[in-house]
T-cell receptor
């Protein structure tokens, strides 16, 4: 079935480090892909999305490119801040279904 | 504009008890969703309602029922709670769109423990 696999955490980085969180997917059709972020004690918030191959989603310095050939949607940020500490979820939507990865906890230290 | 609200925030039940989780949104969205979040498993879709008057099963519907009371409200009921239903439950809403491309807006969650 359709699924998302993302890099296990936790990930700990120093402020201003480069961030990559890997995400790959399996789908029978052509899904839309998302990154959601969850801050402590809150619900998820959409960070960025891409709805077709080669699309790049970007927001708040984060970027991810929909790669159909490698079935991937890796999240990157060039310089993380302490305020980026959160859990990041990769997700796909296809037909009437939504599938999330297990989440990757990021901690950024000053 | 409160967004998506959920009640209660926390609940402890004994095995076999019943309860209803409430969800409301004030964004005039057509579609609403219930998810559960378990450690190491991400979020899994329990039920969704594409529009007022319709509900459909998601990935893990067993042991749950839902009611789309009106456009604003979508409740989740556990008729006979089991320890396996210990989880954090999230309600979400979105504009109805092509496929499920639209952003989903999430509530703060309900942490449920079943003893």
């Amino acid at each position: 079935g359709d699924s998302v696999t993302q890099m296990e955490g936790p990930v700990t980085l120093s402020e201003e480090a480069f961030l990559t969180i890997n995400c790959t997917y399996t789908a029978t059709g052509y899904p839309s892909l998302f990154w959601y972020v969850q801050y402590p004690g809150e619900g998820l918030q959409l960070l960025l999305k891409a709805t077709k191959a080669d699309d790049k989603g970007s927001n708040k310095g984060f970027e991810a490119t929909y790669r159909k050939e490698t079935t991937s949607f890796h999240l990157e940020k060039g310089s993380v801040q302490v305020s980026d500490s959160a859990v990041y979820f990769c997700a796909l939507s296809i037909k009437n279904d939504m599938r999330f990865g297990a989440g990757t906890r990021l901690t950024v230290k000053p | 504009n409160a967004g998506v609200t959920q009640t209660p925030k926390f609940q402890v039940l004994k095995t076999g008890q019943s309860m209803t989780l409430q969800c409301a949104q004030d964004m005039n969205h057509n579609s609403m969703y219930w998810y559960r979040q378990d450690p190491g498993m991400g979020l899994r879709l329990i039920y969704y309602s594409a529009s007022e008057g319709t509900t459909d099963k998601g990935e893990v519907p067993n042991g749950y029922n839902v009611s789309r009371l009106n456009k604003r409200e979508f409740s989740l009921r556990l008729e006979s709670a089991a320890p396996s239903q210990t989880s954090v439950y999230f309600c979400a809403s979105s504009e109805q769109g092509q496929g499920w491309d639209n952003e989903q807006f999430f509530g703060p969650g309900t942490r449920l423990t079943v003893l």
